[in-house]
């Protein structure tokens, strides 16, 4: 009964504060103390400025030699592609609109580990996790976007054409891609950054997870919740439940534990990214579903990331 509540003690360490900023951020929009424009102009800075900052400072300040786990990588990128094979032929025999598969498959598989992700990392791992993650998620932001451009294409082959160049570009100018990329000779090279650039560069990463956390929750919309479909609840059992499980249930079984085990479940379990929403609706998709499937697994993720931290301490496995 000790490690009952000492695991639940742990695990609610990690998750409470991160989804009380979250739902926060639903409470703050409700009462509109945040509006549409501020979650516009503080997510574009999160994403162009501060998260990159954070990025690119966790794997400067590392010794990649040492901290570069290369099957890591391999074995995220393989279990993702697995996933995405199968959500293609899941899609084809759950979803009748063939225009809504692409949409299920991205909602699906496509994580949101820079904001929520990076979150429950730093409060379960602290710095020491940090670097790791960064570079895990320079890795996944390449294939999802790849892959959700083909997912879409290939359910709306009118699309595909238009579809694949901008996204290509957004690949290559990605603030987040580019940070690693910046990072990675900073660290192999031993480079000591000036004192003032890394103090200014603190200061700019410590607002990113509270900043991006509660633009989450005010971009929750509760009429997306109540408009769910068939495609939206499968979508969302796939990527908080059914996935998570399997690829988690892989990295153990290939010998990882502790640090590594938990990242890699934290990443698999994350919440639908909101980029795939703008995605959806920038090539033309159901938009609605997507912010659905969007809605649906920020909120469930509460329990189920919960859950899942729980029993990875209550058996001691991180």
């Known amino acids: 009964m000790d490690n009952f509540f000492l695991s639940l003690s742990a695990t609610l360490q990690v998750t409470a504060p991160v989804f009380i900023i979250v739902f926060l951020g639903v409470i703050f929009r409700r009462i509109n103390w945040l509006d549409d424009h501020f979650v516009k102009i503080a997510s574009a800075l999160v994403f162009r400025v501060t998260l990159p900052t954070l990025v690119f400072l966790n794997i400067s300040k590392t010794d990649l030699r040492e901290s570069l786990d290369v099957e890591v990588l391999l074995y995220a990128s393989a279990v993702t592609l697995i996933g995405f094979l199968f959500l293609l032929w899941l899609a084809r025999q759950i979803i009748r609109e063939k225009a809504d598969r692409g949409v299920f498959i991205q909602g699906a598989f496509r994580g949101n580990q820079g904001v929520i992700g990076m979150a429950l990392v730093a409060n379960q791992f602290g710095e020491a996790g940090m670097p790791m993650a960064s570079i895990l998620l320079g890795c996944l932001i390449i294939i999802y976007n790849i892959l959700s451009v083909i997912a879409l294409s290939m359910s709306m082959p009118g699309r595909a054409e238009a579809g694949w160049r901008p996204i290509l570009l957004d690949i290559v100018k ?61 979508a969302t059992v796939m990527k908080l439940a059914i996935l998570p499980v399997i690829m988690t249930f892989g990295a153990w079984a290939l010998g990882w534990t502790g640090q590594t085990l938990g990242i890699l479940f934290l990443y698999f379990a994350s919440p639908t990214a909101a980029g795939s929403f703008v995605m959806v609706k920038a090539m033309g998709g159901n938009d609605k579903l997507a912010a659905n499937i969007v809605a649906l697994t920020t909120v469930g993720a509460t329990l189920t990331i919960t859950f899942g931290v729980f029993i990875l301490h209550w058996l001691q496995l991180v």
């Open 174 to 234: 990605n603030p987040l891609i580019l940070s690693v990329v910046a990072a990675i000779p900073v660290s192999l090279l031993n480079i000591e950054l000036p004192q003032v650039v890394l103090k200014t560069g603190e200061y700019f990463s410590g607002v990113t997870l509270p900043l991006a956390l509660l633009c989450i929750g005010a971009s929750l919309s509760l009429k997306a919740l109540r408009a769910s479909s068939v495609a939206s609840w499968s």
